[in-house]
């Protein structure tokens, strides 16, 4: 039986172009999931190897959608040769359990950890960098601008917040935010 895993890090992205890709290749069941891959109890990933029998045969889109590491990508290589089951990772082909597969599953391996290290790295670079601009500020931006929200709180004075918010837009949450910091500034 061929097996699919599909996973994704965050729940804003999409798994769907990782699951037509596995039914395209033929998995009779596919496992999907919207975990970090730097965690390893991955719940639909631990079915997964649980429901897998000898000559059964697990794909997977990328390797990093795997494993977490080079080890761990290894240490699970291992334990499914030894159980009987072979691996495909669609970006690498079928890892075979030779002498020769193993060495260039190993160096695959290595690289895809080389490459998810240097993303981190250069993300902590330019984070660093933007931190020593006096404007910085982490975090998403705001919705609303300072003269935005300052109409709708004068609004306030005569409205109700569902008016203000069907007039404006801007939540009755943000606005009892705004108003709350308003106060503690004043």
């Not at 997977?60 to 590491?69: C, G, Y």
């Not at 699970?76 to 030779?98: A, C, P, Q, Y």
Request: overall charge positive.
């Amino acid at each position: 039986m061929r097996y699919g895993y599909a996973r994704v890090s965050t729940i804003g992205q999409d798994l769907q172009a990782q699951i037509n890709v596995l039914k395209a290749e033929g998995c009779d069941k596919i496992y999907a999931e919207k975990w970090t891959g730097t965690k390893s109890e991955r719940p639909e990933f631990q079915t997964l190897l649980n429901t897998v029998q000898t000559g059964d045969t697990i794909v997977v889109t990328k390797l990093d959608r795997f494993a977490r590491s080079a080890g761990d990508a290894i240490q699970i290589i291992r334990s499914l040769f030894d159980r009987g089951i072979k691996v495909h990772i669609l970006n690498m082909g079928i890892i075979e359990n030779t002498p020769t597969g193993k060495l260039i599953f190993t160096i695959m391996s290595g690289f895809a950890e080389f490459e998810r290290d240097m993303i981190v790295e250069r993300t902590q670079e330019g984070k660093a960098i933007a931190k020593q601009r006096p404007d910085f500020r982490e975090g998403r931006p705001n919705k609303y601008g300072k003269q935005q929200i300052d109409h709708a709180l004068k609004l306030l004075d005569a409205h109700s917040y569902k008016q203000v918010e069907e007039m404006t837009g801007i939540s009755k949450s943000t606005l009892i935010r705004a108003k709350k910091k308003r106060a503690m500034t004043e």
